[in-house]
């Protein structure tokens, strides 16, 4: 009777600590979820505007990687110092990198209607196994956009790309 009592009670000491170690490991292990166009905006705007402007501006890539014109040998860790947590350094880092290297055509040519990709994104669109939805249709956005504004099919795959980039750095997991 006391062995049973001693294996059942070793059994849950067991599962006890494999669940606090779970719940320890979990959070270090996956991503925060926050939407990066929010944290820039929270964090940086006030100083250094839209990220995409400023990425475009004051940054550039040399070898694929992503340089300031002051911050030159680390940009993470200027990034890690400046108001983000170690966990999004990597994350702003990558979006960073992204605007640096993508054209502001969406700005120049949907901004009118449209104001920033972000604020499209999290208004109108939705994203399921990679793919862009409408939250207003449920269609596809490559089947919007196949028919919008003349749109030519490499106008389409840019505008696509974009904002699938867009919307995965707001729905983050």
Not at 54 to 60: E, G, P, Q, W
Not at 78 to 91: C, I, N, P
Not at 134 to 140: A, H, I, L, Y
Request: charged content about 25%; glycine content about 4%; hydrophobic content about 40%.
């Amino acid at each position: 009777m006391i062995k049973r009592y001693t294996n059942a009670l070793r059994v849950k000491l067991i599962a006890s600590s494999v669940l606090v170690m779970a719940l320890l490991v979990i959070p270090a292990v996956r991503a925060s979820g926050i939407d990066l166009h929010w944290l820039w905006h929270d964090r940086c705007a006030a100083c250094h505007g839209h990220s995409a402007d400023f990425a475009r501006k004051f940054l550039r890539v040399s070898s694929g990687e992503l340089q300031g014109w002051h911050h030159v040998l680390d940009l993470r860790r200027f990034l890690h110092t400046h108001y983000l947590a170690g966990h999004e350094v990597d994350a702003v880092y990558t979006m960073l990198l992204a605007q640096t290297s993508t054209p502001p055509r969406f700005k120049d040519e949907c901004s009118d209607c449209h104001d920033t990709a972000a604020e499209l994104v999290r208004d109108s669109l939705e994203l399921r196994d990679g793919v862009l939805y409408s939250r207003n249709t449920g269609d596809p956005v490559r089947l919007f956009l196949d028919h919008h504004r003349e749109l030519s099919p490499d106008d389409v795959e840019f505008f696509i790309t974009a904002l699938t980039r867009v919307a995965q750095e707001i729905y983050r997991p």
